[in-house]
């Protein structure tokens, strides 16, 4: 993969809004476009928002066929939300009319096909602006008029191949056999037509129920023969290679040309959270949306595996993350908020972002939080952030330094104890939820005002801390990598448990596949080069002064529809949709 700055291909100007003032948009007085991200993929359409300093928010599917949506709530989410999935093409230009940055992924499963051979078939988004039967509408034409051998595309699970031995979920979808070239062709070139719509081009695709096909699959143990073993460990070996090999066929088909920028390849794998299903085939992909990521936080070993997960597959190998929580914030208790929150700016890079509650139109405070961005890269091992504690799966004390703070974790089930260098104000936050028809935003505070004072601090089991310099944020829209910042434990910064900052720099983020990390910046606030993409090497040391800023329950995870509301009504709006969640153990 090819990792670069992004430059926007226009002049993007400033958002037409039908009554809200500048004020009102996130981050607080930060000018619209969003600064664009350093580490991400050449070509995009357009360019990933860096989240180094900012939270923002990524939402499912905010069309007005799914859920009310009046004009005031329309001109919060593109001031508000950084975008969105599985939506026509009419709604998300009228999302860039106000703002033309606003992203959107179009949905397709990630292996599987909705058979209208199959009983009670059901409908999906089949077009740009169509609601039909995927089968019907789109893959048995393909196949006929490619002259192409139809069962070749399905996966089996004996031979010779049949209709009989197809293996199948519930859904209903058969499962598609991810290494035949009568499938890649025609996924493509479907995703290729669906994306690429002359008005403005989608940001990528999003991938569902992207975990490895054992939950709930048909016939039982239908592995046994093609991954030449019955166990689930038989199974993941034969998977991840297939499932890798696949992603990249698809990043390569996506690459720019032909017409069409760079689409990004963005798989559900669910909360990576199960203890066979190490995800390999995430090298592959531009990224994870982990899904139901709230089932990550309920015990030390969960939050192990999805966290170091995360790191190694997904923000150390500068790709996106989309963290999805499914419940709404006011359904959390305060402590799962915090620790869902901390979580995210403990793995998090320039290129994650997260919701909570789906696609509903909320917000809470802690999205505000700012610490004035993280200092380094996230590592690939996630033990590398420990200061306290076994680790692993009993968990352990986890600290991100930050420009003007820092974030503590702590995933185990016993208090830690962590030095404090100087006085720090920890964030404490309460209140937010849905925002009103005319743009009302919920009831909700967040302060800096209790005081830690420097020296020995016992962060409780399970729970976080966020803290902050006394002195506050830098002004807004500054991020790591100006003379400004020294950062905790650099040049002017608060101290802390960090290495430098960004007023000593350090070096490259870890390459990514085949990819060499970037030498140490030197200088007064350089950075190092970026991570390696796919077979390339990282950029070279940053100058002086002048370097850029850079198995427990879990969900299986497709957001469907329930069959009978699928009428189109002319060939742009589809009837209301009932959400369902697969949900696997």
Known sequence: ???????????????????????????????????????????????????????????????????????????????????????????????????????????????????????????????????????TDNFTPYVQSKGLTRENAYQHSTSPASQSNRVSYPDPYWLMDVASTEW?????????????????????????????????????????????????QALIAWWNPRAKDYFNAMRAAFAPGNGHPRYLVIPNPDALVDGTDEPEFLEGTDGAFTENWQVAMSNPGDWNLSARRVCKYVTSAAKVWMVDITQAGTSLSQADREMILGSFLLLRNATSYIMLGGGDITWYPEYEIDLGGYEQEPPADLESLRVAGDGAAQGGLYLRPHVRGMVLVNSSASAQSYTLPSAMKRAVWSGGGEVTADGTLPSQTLTYDLDVPAGPLQVPARSVMILRDPAGAPPPGEEPGSTQDGGTGGSGGTGGGGSGGSGAAGGGATGGSGGNAGAAGTGASSKGGAAGGAGASAGAAGSANAAASDDSGGCGCRTGRSRGVAEMIGAVLFAAVALRRRRRR
């Open 1 to 135: 993969m090819q990792w670069g700055r992004f430059l926007p291909f226009a002049a993007l100007g400033l958002l037409t809004l039908s009554g809200h003032a500048w004020a009102d948009s996130h981050p607080p007085g930060v000018t619209y476009p969003l600064k664009p991200a350093v580490l991400q993929p050449d070509g995009l359409a357009q360019p990933l928002p860096s989240t180094r300093r900012y939270v923002l928010v990524w939402k499912d599917q905010l069309a007005d066929a799914v859920i009310s949506i009046s004009a005031a709530q329309k001109d919060f989410i593109v001031t508000h939300y950084v975008g969105s999935q599985k939506l026509f093409q009419s709604q998300i230009d009228e999302y860039r009319q106000k703002n033309p940055n606003f992203l959107m992924l179009v949905y397709h499963l990630a292996y599987g096909l909705n058979g209208a051979d199959q009983a009670n078939p059901v409908g999906n988004i089949t077009g740009v602006n169509k609601w039909g039967q995927e089968d």
């Open 184 to 232: 890649r062709s025609y996924l493509f070139d479907t995703l290729l037509e669906w994306q690429g719509y002359p008005t403005a081009k989608a940001t990528g695709v999003f991938l569902d129920v992207g975990f490895p096909p054992w939950y709930s699959y048909q016939p039982d143990g239908w592995w046994a023969e093609p991954a030449g073993g019955a166990s689930r």
